[in-house]
Nanobody, 124 residues
């Protein structure tokens, strides 16, 4: 069982930055790829970024490439999503998730554990 707790959301102006963190419980952190998904009102929950269990592989959705950076600390059992050059269209609830395997995945069905979500609002 893995429990996830997100932090770091908030309100920021367009062009600004935020850093989201996700703390994971459990002794097998490196066995799980980790990801961030986001859900805007009335929309599906979409993939944002993922990182492998080892931390060596990452994958990003096209709209955030070059602006967002995902990293993980295997000692602290945390992942961080650094979000720069934020745009109003980045506004959503952001969810941290842990996959059932250590390999990077963009697909929700491969993520067995989910956090409660943290709101990110980007004003224009």
């Amino acid at each position: 069982q893995v429990q996830l707790v997100e932090s770091g959301g908030g309100l920021v102006q367009a062009g600004g930055s935020l850093r989201l963190s996700c703390a994971a419980s459990g002794r097998t952190f490196s066995s799980h790829a980790m990801g961030w998904f986001r859900q805007a009102p009335g929309q599906e929950r979409d993939f944002v970024a993922a990182i492998s269990g080892s931390g060596y592989s990452t994958n990003y959705t096209d709209s955030v490439k070059g602006r967002f950076t995902l990293s993980r600390d295997t000692v602290k059992n945390t992942i961080d999503l650094q979000m720069n050059s934020l745009k109003p269209e980045d506004t959503a609830v952001y969810f941290c998730a842990a996959a059932s395997t250590p390999w990077v995945s963009r697909f929700k069905y491969q993520y067995a554990y989910w956090g409660q979500g943290t709101q990110v609002t980007v004003s224009s």
